[in-house]
Nanobody, 115 residues
């Protein structure tokens, strides 16, 4: 079975930085897109950033220029470097990986940005 393990969340002051990571392990399967979503209380889950297997990124307008997504295909790991964090970035961040047939989600990691 496929497992996704997220790490890197925490509490940070506005203007600070965090780096999230998500490693996929278990069954040997072909991974297409990998990405990050977030959900704040009372809000819908939204795309933050994702990247194709060939390295083409996509960003939400709210994070473009501040966040950077990257991936290491050999390690089946995706990262999210978050700089210039704002209180409105506070949310639970979820990793998502896409196979040709099915999508997998991480357990979520809390990011809290204080003002």
């Amino acid at each position: 079975q496929v497992q996704l393990v997220e790490s890197g969340g925490g509490l940070v002051q506005a203007g600070g930085s965090l780096r999230l990571s998500c490693a996929a392990s278990g069954s040997n399967f072909s991974i297409k897109n990998m990405g990050w979503y977030r959900q704040a209380p009372g809000k819908q889950r939204e795309l933050v950033a994702d990247m194709t297997s060939s390295g083409v990124p996509k960003y939400a307008d709210s994070v473009r220029g501040r966040f950077t997504i990257s991936r290491d295909n050999a390690k089946n790991t995706v990262y999210l470097q978050m700089n210039s964090l704002k209180p409105e970035d506070t949310a639970v961040y979820y990793c998502r990986v896409m196979s040709p047939r099915i999508s997998f989600w991480g357990q979520g990691t809390q990011v809290t940005v204080s003002s």
